[in-house]
């Protein structure tokens, strides 16, 4: 009798430990994991592609949201893979230039690892504030602006 009890409770202690397992990955990609648009890729285009890829600006579309955006997945990651964008002509073997505006390689690979995942928006609560981009204009941004 009580050997059964006790094998009752090891087949317990079985099941919830791999009901424990089970769960994990999905709490990993909560964390860090699948690459989503508010989160890992917008941080991207307001920084690199933002300032020619918005209304009134040379980019032929606007990538300031995940509507605008989505369409794009794939020339996008085709776009930085390549280093075609952000245009870019000097030579960076020939040392380092002020305002060099190649992306960083973890950069690139987080634009394709989104374009490869099937460009998921993700939670819009993980966004960054819009960036207040200037009325028209020149697209030159001041690193401070006194007022
Ligand atoms: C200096 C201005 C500028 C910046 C910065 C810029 N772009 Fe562009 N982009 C353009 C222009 C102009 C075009 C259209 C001409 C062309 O395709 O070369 C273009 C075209 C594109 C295209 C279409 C390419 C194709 O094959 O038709 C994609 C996709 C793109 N840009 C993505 C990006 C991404 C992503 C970034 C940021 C990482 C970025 N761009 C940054 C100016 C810019």
């Given amino acids: 009798m009580t050997t059964r009890i006790a094998f009752v409770f090891a087949i317990g202690v079985l099941v919830m430990g791999a009901a424990v397992l089970a769960m994990t990955p999905e709490a990993g990609q909560e964390t860090g994991g699948a690459v989503t648009f508010h989160r890992d890729v917008l941080p991207i285009l307001q920084k690199n592609c ?74 819009r609560k993980d966004s960054p504030l819009p960036v207040r981009w200037p009325e028209g204009g020149s697209n030159i941004q001041p690193d401070a602006v006194v007022e």
């Fill in 50 to 123: 933002q300032s020619c890829h918005r209304p009134g600006q040379i980019g032929p579309m606007p990538l300031l949201s995940y509507k605008e955006a989505r369409p794009w997945a794939k020339a996008i990651r085709e776009a930085v893979v390549s280093r075609k964008m952000p245009p870019w002509f000097a030579d960076p073997q020939y040392g380092h230039f002020t305002n060099d505006r190649s992306l960083k390689q973890t950069e690139i690979d987080t634009l394709a690892a989104w374009a490869n995942s099937g460009a998921p928006e993700g939670d």
